[in-house]
């Protein structure tokens, strides 16, 4: 969700952006766009059911959208090298201002090793982007075992699979929502963690969630309740 938000923010600043998403096809990362963007609730564009409000809402971001200057690229056999080559060759034909990879541990990599492949893949992208002389937000998983201790917020150690992530990355942001272990806490509170920033502070920030736009935002919607779950 971060992910796309960094991505549509900057598309709708005019500027360049290239979303490589190994985790959903495009189209899935659109409706999230407009859910998110319009204030619609996912569900509902999903299921094809909007009011005509939310229509009338959809139908204007569909029509902004048309503006923008973002490539998706669906293709999840695309390892590194592919996706620097393809980054180059929009930078060089139409500008690039931008790229998102989505996410690292779908990524294919050479040889059986996930430390070393991983480590390889950061270290391309880090070349990458110093190159091109842009940002590039890669997503990552933390290990299994950071959830499982309710009320501990992620630190760098839950990193999964390579030392590199760490080693490679100018900035580290972990998303956390301290309702989703914890049904005590209010469900439209959240947490963006700056666990490290090369060339700044770190620190938490306190920001909003509202699941059913699937999206983050400046303050929490205290009224905001998710549906309740169901039981198997």
Same mark, same amino acid.
């Given at each position: 969700?971060?992910?796309?938000?960094?991505?549509?923010?900057?598309?709708?600043?005019?500027?360049?952006?290239?979303?490589?998403?190994?985790?959903?096809?495009?189209?899935?990362?659109?409706?999230?766009?407009?859910?998110?963007?319009?204030?619609?609730?996912?569900?509902?564009?999903?299921?094809?059911?909007?009011?005509?409000?939310?229509?009338?809402?959809?139908?204007?971001?569909?029509?902004?959208?048309?503006?923008?200057?973002?490539?998706?690229?669906?293709?999840?056999?695309?390892?590194?090298?592919?996706?620097?080559?393809?980054?180059?060759?929009?930078?060089?034909?139409?500008? $690039?201002?931008?790229? !998102? @990879?989505?996410?690292?541990? &779908?990524?294919?990599?050479? *040889?059986? =090793?996930?430390? #070393?492949?991983?480590?390889?893949?950061?270290?391309?992208?880090?070349?990458?982007?110093?190159? $091109?002389?842009?940002? !590039? @937000?890669?997503?990552?998983? &933390?290990?299994?075992?950071? *959830?499982? =201790?309710?009320? #501990?917020?992620?630190?760098?150690?839950?990193?999964?699979?390579?030392?590199?992530?760490?080693?490679?990355?100018?900035?580290? @942001?972990?998303?956390?929502?301290?309702?989703?272990?914890?049904?005590?806490?209010?469900?439209?509170?959240?947490?963006?963690?700056?666990?490290?920033?090369?060339?700044?502070?770190?620190?938490?920030?306190?920001?909003?969630?509202?699941?059913?736009?699937?999206?983050?935002?400046?303050?929490?919607?205290?009224?905001?309740?998710?549906?309740?779950?169901?039981?198997?």
């Amino acid at each position: 969700c971060l992910a796309e938000m960094i991505a549509r923010t900057n598309a709708k600043a005019r500027r360049a952006v290239r979303f490589h998403t190994y985790e959903m096809p495009a189209c899935d990362v659109v409706m999230r766009s407009a859910a998110a963007d319009m204030g619609i609730p996912l569900e509902n564009i999903r299921k094809a059911r909007m009011e005509r409000h939310e229509l009338d809402r959809f139908m204007v971001f569909s029509s902004r959208q048309e503006g923008w200057q973002i490539v998706f690229d669906e293709d999840t056999g695309a390892n590194v090298d592919r996706i620097a080559m393809r980054a180059r060759r929009q930078k060089r034909k139409s500008g $690039l201002d931008l790229l !998102v @990879v989505d996410h690292l541990h &779908l990524m294919p990599y050479r *040889g059986d =090793n996930e430390t #070393r492949g991983l480590g390889e893949i950061t270290s391309s992208l880090k070349r990458l982007a110093r190159d $091109l002389q842009i940002p !590039v @937000v890669l997503v990552a998983q &933390l290990n299994r075992e950071a *959830g499982k =201790n309710a009320g #501990r917020r992620p630190t760098l150690t839950d990193l999964r699979g390579s030392g590199a992530i760490e080693q490679d990355a100018d900035v580290i @942001v972990f998303c956390h929502r301290p309702h989703y272990y914890d049904d005590s806490k209010p469900a439209g509170e959240a947490e963006l963690i700056v666990a490290k920033s090369r060339n700044g502070p770190v620190g938490t920030l306190g920001v909003g969630w509202r699941g059913d736009f699937v999206r983050f935002q400046d303050q929490p919607d205290y009224d905001w309740q998710p549906a309740p779950r169901a039981v198997a």
